[in-house]
């Protein structure tokens, strides 16, 4: 089926006299007639639901749906999309492990790499999306086990040559993970490309409508973690499972059974079931509206590159954007939702820009169906200073704009009546 009939109908196939709608499960527990089939639940021999932190009917059926729209062979719900990313990576790196990722990634990403992940023993290279094939396998190590990357940066709007860093990784039998947040399924499918893990924050574009964080792993089921022989991980006796062996006994679905069984056992960062219906309620309309997100967005960006009180706009949609054939290639049915720019003036006309518009709220969020503005320099970036600003590639003056699903007239002439009220 293609992907507008997936995002409204898979996951979920009701029998005989039950719910037409995914229903909320909202229990933590679930009842068996006898010692010997929870106990069967209990060594994996069995398929089926005991104890919500680990698996719950409303979550699966949502994880059905997006395993199916990014053409994968299992997927996982967390509780935010930090959780995907941290979980994601601990389930085949440990102390004394390295990771390579792309520079253009969200904030809290880099954080949890640079940071908290160092504290665990994990190191971290950060390269240039730009980086030549050639540099970028001289970056790699004997212990280096995943290659890191946003299909479209948080909020760089770098788009990523997913092929490019797909070869390096495979050329050293180690997986591309990508966080393919901003483009969802409907406009990317990094596994098509040779992304091995995809990772998204569905708080974003899937829930849509800001009313529900959340985070979900979905694995392609392509790498081959025996022939890598560099996750022993998967390949040899789990004894916190009995010994057991996740690729033996799960195949092609190793990794995000032991994501599962492993991780989300030991650290509970579970999705709760209300959130993941709210989330399902979001992807049944996903297609839609990222039709409307790009097709938005890209007016909104061409308006502005007209516009001669702006000094600059970051849109990958746009002709002039240097990363237009990237975005042919990767985005080609839109570049989602979110653009960047700068008003001439810097930093100051910034903020009364942001201060003047009326139908765009300023927020600490994107990627919802209103469209929100945020100044990161003044907000999300506020502790650092202008050189620093330009460092991280966060101009002062950048204005950040999720632009929504209203009339694209309206979102343009709330911008208008906001420049001719400050120059
Ligand atoms: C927001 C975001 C995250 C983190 O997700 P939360 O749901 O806020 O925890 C990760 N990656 C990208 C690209 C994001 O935009």
């Not at 797909?166 to 591309?176: E, G, M, T, V």
Request: hydrophobic fraction near 40%.
């Amino acid at each position: 089926m293609k992907i507008e009939t997936k995002c409204v109908q898979s996951g979920y196939e009701p029998q005989n006299g039950e719910p037409r709608v995914v229903p909320i499960v909202q229990s933590t527990t679930y009842k068996y007639s006898s010692a010997q089939e929870m106990g069967d639940l209990f060594d994996l021999k069995e398929d089926g639901f005991f104890y919500t932190r680990l698996a719950n009917p409303t979550a699966d059926a949502v994880e059905k749906k997006i395993a199916d729209l990014e053409g994968g062979v299992g997927a996982m719900l967390t509780s935010a999309g930090q959780a995907a990313s941290l979980i994601a990576i601990m389930n085949i790196c440990h102390a004394g492990d390295h990771i390579i990722s792309s520079t253009a990634i969200y904030g809290g990403t880099f954080n949890l790499l640079s940071v908290t992940l160092k504290k665990f023993g994990i190191d971290v290279t950060f390269v240039d999306p730009d980086i030549s094939p050639e540099e970028l396998q001289n970056k790699i190590k004997e212990n280096t086990k995943i290659i890191f990357g946003e299909t479209l940066a948080n909020p760089a709007l770098r788009v990523l040559d997913i092929e490019k860093f797909a070869k390096a990784a495979h050329d050293n039998n180690i997986p591309l993970i990508i966080d393919n947040t901003f483009p969802t399924p409907y406009l990317c499918n990094p596994i098509e490309f040779g992304a091995d893990i995809v990772l998204h924050s569905t708080s974003k574009y899937m829930d849509g409508h800001a009313v529900s964080l959340g985070g979900v792993i979905v694995d392609s089921g392509n790498f081959d973690w025996e022939a890598s022989k560099k996750f022993e991980e998967l390949t040899t006796p789990d004894e916190s499972y009995h010994g057991i062996v996740y690729t033996k006994a799960f195949g092609r679905s190793a990794y995000i059974v032991k994501a599962r069984v492993q991780l989300m056992r030991d650290l509970g960062c579970t999705p709760a079931p209300m959130n993941c219906f709210l989330l399902d309620l979001g992807l049944d309309t996903l297609h839609l509206r990222m039709e409307r997100h790009s097709e938005n967005a890209l007016k909104v960006a061409q308006y502005l590159e007209n516009n001669d009180k702006i000094a600059w706009v970051s849109y990958p949609g746009l002709e002039s954007s240097p990363d237009h054939a990237l975005a042919q290639k990767y985005l080609p049915k839109g570049c989602s939702g979110v653009i960047a720019f700068g008003p001439k003036g810097g930093r100051e006309a910034s903020a009364k820009l942001m201060d003047s518009l009326k139908l765009a709220k300023i927020v600490c969020h994107v990627a919802d169906v209103r469209t929100s503005v945020l100044h990161p320099a003044s907000s999300t970036h506020r502790q650092l200073t202008d050189e620093q600003l330009v460092e991280c590639g966060v101009k002062p003056e950048l204005i950040r704009m999720s632009v929504g699903i209203e009339n694209a007239d309206d979102i343009i002439a709330d911008i208008q009546q906001a420049l001719d009220a400050i120059m």
